[in-house]
């Protein structure tokens, strides 16, 4: 496996003459989310408090002198777990499509990024089932393992990180659809490697405290970097092409 370094330059290296595609790759979804935010996720949240709020149980309580920390509070909890499954699911459609693009371009499938249709393509059929059935069955798997303890939900998240690669490079390569758990057990080939995955992510700490300094704009030449680097760490993982 090569270095952080090493995968970072081949990263810039797929991004080099193709910065001004990628930045606006992400920049489509980046617009969507704040839209769905705006319009759908904050008025949801706050019809629910509202609901909950105003109900008589929790009008009783609040007459009674015991605060409104009850009912309330978990309705919004809900109500914020289920905004952040949505936007955690979108997030993860986008990502996956732009992550396969770079996969392509590094293996030298392609040569250029089209923005507008690239961002998309996990959206499309037979895709969308897969990304959606992997998201949702990881989403609970890390989430039983973090009842233990947080470090085990945090490693179990690091084992299934190729699941969606795995689940892309099986269908484009035998045109047939992986079954959902066997692109996540499959993801064991990160045995060995989770580490040097934690301490790539590690690296882009500096990247991310820029990105914040500048109000998130950053991010938009940042999250290309990081996906490009992600799709050269998938592609050297070794055996990984005697995987599938």
Not at 153 to 162: E, F, N, R, V
Not at 238 to 243: D, I, L, Q, V
Request: charged share 10%.
């Amino acid at each position: 496996m090569k270095s952080s370094g090493e995968l970072k330059l081949e990263a810039k290296q797929m991004l080099q003459g193709r910065w001004k595609d990628a930045v606006l790759m992400n920049l489509i979804p980046t617009v969507i989310g704040i839209a769905i935010a705006a319009i759908i996720i904050i008025p949801l949240i706050a019809i629910i408090g509202g609901v909950a709020f105003f109900s008589p149980e929790t009008l009783d309580t609040v007459s009674n002198g015991m605060g409104n920390n009850g009912d309330v509070s978990w309705t919004a909890q809900i109500g914020n777990q289920g905004g952040g499954i949505l936007s955690g699911l979108l997030t993860t459609i986008f990502v996956s499509g732009m992550s396969w693009t770079f996969l392509d371009i590094y293996r030298g499938k392609r040569v250029d990024i089209n923005p507008l249709s690239d961002v998309f393509r996990a959206f499309k059929s037979p895709f969308l089932v897969g990304v959606v059935c992997i998201y949702l069955l990881s989403t609970i798997f890390i989430g039983l393992w973090s009842l233990l303890l947080l470090i085990p939900g945090i490693i179990k998240s690091y084992s299934y990180a190729q699941a969606n690669f795995i689940y892309y490079d099986i269908l484009e390569g035998t045109g047939q659809k992986p079954g959902y758990l066997e692109c996540i057990t499959a993801s064991r080939l990160m045995n060995g490697y989770k580490g040097q995955l934690f301490w790539l992510d590690l690296s882009f700490i500096g990247w991310h405290i820029l990105a914040v300094l500048t109000c998130g704009i950053g991010y938009l030449w940042l999250n290309p970097y990081i996906y490009a680097t992600k799709a050269a760490f998938y592609n050297n993982l070794p055996n990984e092409a005697e995987t599938f």
